[in-house]
């Protein structure tokens, strides 16, 4: 029954195309969480219990008829795909439009009101003295219940269950499996001074950090608020089912108004999109390369990145963000010229409950289906083998999240991943030949790759030898297995070297990371090139050990979260690491001019006039 139910969802939405030039003369303000009035927020609330109280529809084509484990669900499953790399902005853009229009859909939630966003940075000394985490509205922030479930407010236990773990993505093996789990950490976040400071990228590829060969997150806003919202064993901390916590939905509203605050700066910034895939096996790649192209679906929805690129768009994107408290002043930008793209998309109207055609108006819209999506969609209603669940990191201090799970390993297009004797040679460009793998472990032809290189970083090795027990030359990079069965990867286009410990099987090789799987647990882990951790220096002028509200100006550092946490994200802690050190090092500036010309909005002497 659910399969021909998203059948008839997909094929209704192919149906009918029309403009792609859409109107969006009334866009949808999203406003932030406190300028809500009371009686907005106690809607947003019921709207959320609502939406949770419905079936899962089992597709995600129409939002009218999805309820609130579809998104859980999904999100799980597309978790892989849709973080660290290049599609993680568009595919969580996304996800919050179709949220916003599941949430209209209840008939509780103004349909010409954006949904709200959480402006945590602007509050990053005190954000847990926010009125959400209060009985009213989405529950206390910490309870002593042995399983952390919430007991307070609409989503307390026994009142709302959270999604099925239909794939074990919450591994949850004690205790209350139903409940929604929260034990946030009352530390100090990324400042909202910090976030402004990483908005001076000149590219869509500078602003991810593709081009530093790691993790999109420079300013660690986006994993520190999961942490802190979450805790060791919470929902909000689990990379894959995060969206059971309802705080899910006011931090990534957060997390896309960062990029749409970015996008607004040039007008080239609402064309531009470019970087790598987490692998060029991705659903929702070319099936030739890692290549991330606007062309491209996102994962799950039934958009092209083209047309989520731009909120005012009206493809189907109809929405703006409110000014809030942490939009403090952005630093000169010198905008690029402006490159429009050749072709627009175009768009149909999504699929009614029934199976027919909905109104076309900007709030809601689809998008064309082409036969390439329509045939991925089905395919993903396949039961298919799974790899393992990545980034089930031990317990050490905090538990790691977990639960994403990689595609099959059966016929895949990886980058460089093939261990053969006829290596093409290179023609002077950044272009290298690699293969198609099959299951037979035969070559069936050649594609392209671009390999970003990414400078020189130190490379240190398990074991010193002087001859390798195996080489494998490959077109992009040298594969060696040492004689302590450690694996070197050394890119042969870069000076980037990519160490696996022995116990590890390579999975798939790409410009940025590589991904092995742990021959004893089954568990896929990326490894990076090392990265030289950065050296804190201390601030001569700047006060020592700063606490949360021990100075009326002076903010305290945000939370260093633990190396296992990190990893368990799929991101390169060393990576983290320094973007944790910068931001310190400005603290400690921002602490040593002692708000004389320098402001955060978050500094208690600002916070209580705002």
Not at 474 to 481: G, K, L, R, S, V
């Amino acid at each position: 029954m659910n399969l021909l139910l998203v059948a008839a969802a997909l094929l209704a939405a192919t149906a009918t195309t029309v403009s792609a030039q859409q109107q969006c003369a009334t866009p949808r303000v999203r406003s932030e969480w406190s300028q809500l009035t009371q009686e907005q927020k106690g809607l947003y609330v019921r709207a959320i219990a609502a939406l949770a109280a419905k079936p899962a529809s089992n597709q995600y084509a129409n939002p009218d008829i999805m309820g609130w484990h579809d998104f859980v669900i999904t999100h799980a499953r597309e978790a892989y795909w849709a973080h660290g790399n290049a599609q993680f902005y568009p595919y969580h853009r996304a996800m919050m439009w179709q949220f916003e229009q599941a949430m209209i859909a209840t008939g509780i939630w103004p349909s010409n009101m954006g949904v709200p966003y959480f402006d945590w940075p602007a509050m990053s000394q005190n954000w847990w003295t926010s009125d959400l985490f209060t009985d009213q509205y989405l529950g206390n922030m910490n309870s002593n219940d042995p399983d952390h479930c919430v007991l307070t407010g609409p989503f307390a236990k026994g009142k709302y269950q959270v999604a099925f773990d239909v794939d074990n993505r919450r591994a949850i093996t004690t205790g209350d499996a139903t409940c929604l789990r929260r034990n946030a950490v009352q530390a100090a976040g990324d400042d909202a001074t910090a976030v402004a400071n990483s908005m001076n990228a000149a590219t869509f590829a500078q602003f991810t950090s593709s081009t530093s060969g790691s993790y999109y997150d420079t300013t660690n806003y986006h994993s520190t608020g999961h942490f802190i919202f979450g805790g060791e064993g919470g929902d909000m901390s689990n990379a894959s089912v995060s969206p059971n916590d309802p705080i899910f939905w006011l931090h990534h509203g957060y997390v896309d108004k960062y990029w749409w605050r970015w996008q607004n700066q040039c007008e080239q910034f609402l064309y531009d999109y470019s970087g790598t895939l987490m692998s060029a096996n991705d659903p929702n790649g070319n099936g030739i390369d890692a290549k991330a192209s606007a062309d491209q679906y996102t994962a799950s929805w039934p958009f092209k990145v083209q047309q989520l690129l731009n909120t005012q768009g009206g493809d189907p994107l109809c929405y703006t963000y409110s000014r809030s408290a942490g939009d403090v002043p952005l630093a000169p930008l010198t905008c690029p010229a402006v490159v429009k793209p050749s072709v627009a998309p175009t768009t149909a109207p999504p699929a009614t409950a029934t199976g027919g055609v909905a109104t076309t108006s900007a709030s809601r819209q689809g998008s064309q289906l082409d036969d390439k999506w329509l045939y991925t969609a089905l395919n993903l209603l396949v039961k298919q083998k799974p790899l393992g669940s990545w980034g089930n990191a031990p317990k050490t201090g905090a538990t790691a999240a977990g639960g994403i799970q990689a595609a099959d390993a059966g016929e895949v297009v990886v980058f460089g991943r093939r261990d053969f004797n006829e290596t093409g040679s290179f023609n002077g460009t950044l272009e290298a030949a690699t293969a198609t793998v099959h299951a037979d472990e035969t070559i069936t032809g050649t594609i392209a790759a671009t390999i970003q290189a990414t400078g020189t970083v130190m490379a240190t090795s398990a074991a010193a030898v002087s001859e390798p027990i195996i080489k494998k030359e490959q077109n992009a990079y040298i594969e060696t297995i040492n004689p302590d069965n450690s694996t070197t990867i050394s890119y042969t286009l870069s000076n980037n070297t990519i160490e696996i410990p022995a116990g590890f099987t390579v999975y798939s090789v790409m410009p940025i990371s590589a991904t092995a799987i742990n021959e004893t647990s089954g568990k896929p882990k990326r490894f990076f090139p090392e990265i030289p951790k950065l050296e804190y220096v201390q601030h001569t002028e700047a006060p020592l050990d700063v606490q949360v509200g021990s100075h009326p100006c002076h903010l305290a550092y945000p939370i260093l979260l633990p190396e296992s946490y990190i990893e368990s994200m799929g991101m390169n802690y060393n990576k983290y690491f320094n973007a944790h050190v910068r931001s310190k090092m400005e603290i400690d500036a921002f602490n040593a001019d002692n708000c004389t010309t320098m402001f955060s909005p978050s500094s208690m002497m600002n916070f209580n006039s705002l």
